[in-house]
C-alpha cells in the first residue's frame, strides 16, 4: 500500500492558513459531542522517526479540550511492563467512555521495530495480526472509535531531517545512533509496513498512510481523516456543542458540512500522478506487442505445466479500451488454458448470494488463467458510487477483497489487477466517436453518460480502491490509456512480467 | 470443552415422542419464515465416524420444505476440487438468501482428518483457523446464519458402533480400514477437535458440542439447537408462517414460545454430575490440608524464580464458601508473591471503561499469583441474569474471554479457573444459619435472597460458561462444595497441581 503514497503531496501556505483553522475548530466541536455522547477515542500514530508524529500530536492536543484527551507515549517496556503480558501497558492505558487515548506508537511496535530488531521470534510477531486485530474488534464492539496513523515520509527524507536535527544544537540529541541504525534498514521496515498495513486495516479499525513531507500537508491530511471518522461516527449529524455567542459558530458548521471547499492537493489521488502523454507508434506497437505476445504463450504453456493459477482482472473508466486490452493479452494465447469472464451486475443466483460468491465459483483450475473484465471491484466502485450497497458494506468490502485474494495468493496464484486511466477529454472524444460510428454506436448507452457525470465520485471511489486494495500479494498496475497502443503492449506486457517473476 | 461434555445424556422414548414431534413443526414453521425473510443458514455437522451425522441431517431433511435446503455429503476432493482453492468446494455450496445449506462435515476437514493425517502442512492449517473465522464473519455480515453441530461420542462407543455395523450385512461396508484407522488416533482427534473448537467457536458462529450416545437425546438436541438459533435470528418473533386451517398451529406455536417445558435431560447441566456427597474428615482435612499447603509454598518460589504468573479465579453459587477457600489457598503462601483481587460491581473508571480493562489493569507480573474472589465471568453470569448488558453483549463474552485467556497463556501463565458448587439446600442451610450467627450476619444480604430466586437462570449460565470456556489453556475444576473440608483441600490441591504441571 506503500506504493500507491504520493510523497509530493504539499500545501502552499495560503491554503493551510485558510484551511487548518476552521478544521481544528470543527475537530473541538465533534470532541466536546463525542465527549457527551460518552464515546471513547483511540488514535493511534506510528510512522518513521521524524516523520512529524510529534508534531501532529501536538498541534492535536493544542485546540481540543485538555479534559478529553491523554498522550501516550510509549517507548521501549518499563521493568514493571516487561514483566507482564505484551498488551497490559496498553489496556491500562486505554481511554474511558468520552476520552481520547492518544498513542505516540502503539502496539504496533511488536510487528515493526520488534520484529525488524529480532527482539521477538517470528511467531510471537506473526500471531499479533490476529491479537491485534481481535483486540480492536473487541473495543470497536464496544463503541470505541478507532483511527490509525502511519506517517510516511522516504529513506532520502529522512536522511535530511536526521541530518538537519543533527545540525541545530537544541535538536541534535534527538537523533541518536539507534535512530541511524533504523534508518539504514529502511528495505526491511518497509516490508514489515507493507504487511502491517495489510492484515491489519480493518473495518472496524482502519488505517491511513498519511504523505508526511510536507508538514501542513500532513497535519490537515490527520485533522480531516479524524475529523471525518468522529462525524461519521456520530452518524453523520454535523457537529453541534453549545453555542456561545459570536465565536464563528456558524462558519464552522459550514466548515464541517459536505460541500466544505477542499485544496487541490487535499483532493489529489493516484490518478492525478497518472502520465497520459505516454505512446507507441505503430511500428513500435506491432514490434512490442508481437514480443510480449509470444513471451506470454510461452509463459502460459509454462504455467500449465508447473500448476501455477493466473487472475488477471481489469477495471477501468468506461471506454478506457478494456476490451481492446483484454483481446491483445489472449491474442498469442492458446484457448485452452484461459478464460475471459464477463461481469455484469449480479442476475438470479448471483444476486441471491454474497457478492464474492460468483467470482470463488470462477476462480480457475491452477494451470489457468482467468481474465476478469470487471470484477469483484464492482462493490466499491459502481455499488459504492450508485447506492446499491450501504456505505457499511463498502467499507467491510476493502479488507474482505484483501482476504479473498491473500487465499489466491496462499493458492499460488499469479493476481494482476489494471486500472485503465484515461482523461475525462478522452474518454469524451470516444464517446462521441462511437456515436459517430455505426459499427461502435452499441457500445455507448445513456448509462455511460451518466456515469461520466459521476466521473468525481468515481475518482475518488478509485483512489480508495487503489490505496486500499494494493497489496504485495495483488498490487495494481494503472495503466495509462489515453493512447491505446501504450496501453495494450502495457497490459500485456504486465501480465507477462508478473508470470515469469512468479515462475522465477 | 469436550471434557465438559455428560455422554450418558438420554432421552426415553416417551420423552422422545412427546418432544421430537412439536420440535419439528416448529422449526418447519422457522424454516417457512427464513425463507420468506430471505435469510441464508448455513448448517454443519462435523463430529465422529459413526456418531450418527447421516442419522440427524435425514431427520431434518424429513420435514422441512424440499426446495428449501440442499444437504451437501463433502467426502475427499475431486479432480476439479483439488486443483481450486480449498474453500472453492465450499464457496460453490453456499446457501442462496432464503435458503438452507446443509453441510455433512465441511471446511474444518482441514484442521480435523487432514491435519491429523499429515495432509497438509501445519501452517497451512494453523492459518485456517483465522481463514475460516473471516470466512464465517464475512458470511454472517452478510446475513448468514451458521449453526455447527459437533456430534461426540466415546472412543469405546464409537468401537461398538463399528462392530455393530460389521456384523450387519447391509451396513458393514460403512466400516472401512480408514475408518479404524482413524478411531485408533481417537486421542489425536481429540486434540485437533479441542483446537478446533477453542479457536473457532465466534459470537457469529458458535460451535454446539452435541453428546450423541443416545440417537434420541441428539437429535432432540439438534433440532432443538438449530431452532432456537432461528428464531433468535428472526428477532425472537414466534414463528408465523401463513395459517393452513386446522393442522395444529396453535398447539405448534405454543411450542415454539420460550415457556415450553422441557425433559429433564434436555435441561440437564454439567452441575448435575457434580457428585456433592464428598467428604473430608477433620483428621484427613488436617493432614491434606497441611500437606498441599505446604507443597503450594515450595511452587510458590519455584514459580517466581522461574518468572511463571499464576491466575486462580473464584465463581461460584453464594455461601458456596469462596473466601474460606481462598483463606486457604494463602495460607500457607508468603505475601509477597500474591494478591488477592475481590471483584464487585464495576464503579467510576472501571465502569467507564470495556469489561475486561480493569482485569487486564490487575494481571499478575511474571512471578506473581493474581487470586480473583470472581472475576471477568461476571460478564455471562450476573450481568447475563439480570439484563446489565445486551443479549449480543454477553454471548460475544465466551470468545473475548477464551482471546483473553490465550493471551494469558501465551504470557505463560498458569490459569485455574474454580466453580464452587452447592445443593439449593446447602445454601439454603448456610443462608439461615449465617442469619441466626450475629458474627456472620453482614455476609447474609436481600441480594443473596433475590439471587437465590434466579437460581435456575443462574444454572443455565452456569453451564454456558462452562462448557463454552473450558479451553486446553485454561480449564474450569468444578469444586463440589458441599463439605467444606473437601472444597478447601480440593482447590489448594488444584492450584498447586496446575502450577507442578506447568513447571514441569
Known sequence: MLETVDLDLKLDRATYDQTFRPLRDRLALLQREIFERQIPVVVLFEGWDAAGKGDCIEK????????????????????????????????????????????????????????VNGRVPRDVWQRSYEEFNQLERMLADDGTLIVKFWLHISRGEQRRRFRRMERNEHESFRVTRKDWKAHRKYRKYCEAIEEMLERTSTPWAPWTVVPATDRRYSRVKVFETLADALQRRLGERPAAGPKPEGDGQVEVRTASSRKRSRSPALGRTVLDEVDLSKKLTAPQYDAELARWQKRLRELEYTCYE?????????????????????????????????????????????????????????????????????????????????????????????????????????FGAVVVKFWLHVSKQTQLRRFEERERT??????ITDEDWRNRKKWDLYRAAVHDMITQTSTTYAPWTIVEADDKNWARVRSVRAVAEAMAARLK
Open 306 to 410: 508447473q500448476r501455477v493459477p493466473v487472475v488477471v482482472l481489469y477495471e477501468g473508466w468506461d471506454a478506457a479500451g478494456k476490451g481492446g486490452s483484454i483481446r491483445r493479452v489472449i491474442g498469442g494465447m492458446d484457448p485452452r488454458g484461459y478464460a475471459v469472464i464477463p461481469v455484469a451486475a449480479p442476475q438470479g443466483a448471483e444476486a441471491a448470494h454474497h457478492y464474492l460468491w460468483r467470482f470463488w465459483n470462477a476462480i480457475p483450475k491452477a494451470g489457468h488463467i482467468a481474465i476478469f473484465d470487471r470484477s469483484w471491484y464492482g462493490r466499491v466502485l459502481v455499488e459504492r458510487v450508485e447506492g446499491f450497497c450501504t456505505e457499511d458494506a463498502w467499507r467491510r468490502a476493502y479488507h474482505e477483497i484483501n482476504e479473498f485474494e491473500r487465499s489466491l495468493h496462499h
Open 60 to 115: 492535536l492536543v493544542g485546540r481540543i479540550d485538555p479534559r478529553g484527551y491523554e498522550v501516550h507515549f510509549l517507548q521501549r517496556a518499563s521493568q514493571e511492563e516487561a514483566l507482564r503480558p505484551f498488551l497490559w501497558r496498553f489496556w491500562r492505558r486505554l481511554p474511558a467512555r468520552g476520552d481520547m487515548g492518544i498513542f505516540d506508537r502503539s502496539w504496533y511496535q511488536r510487528v515493526l521495530s520488534e520484529r
Open 438 to 443: 455505426a459499427s461502435k454506436r452499441y457500445k
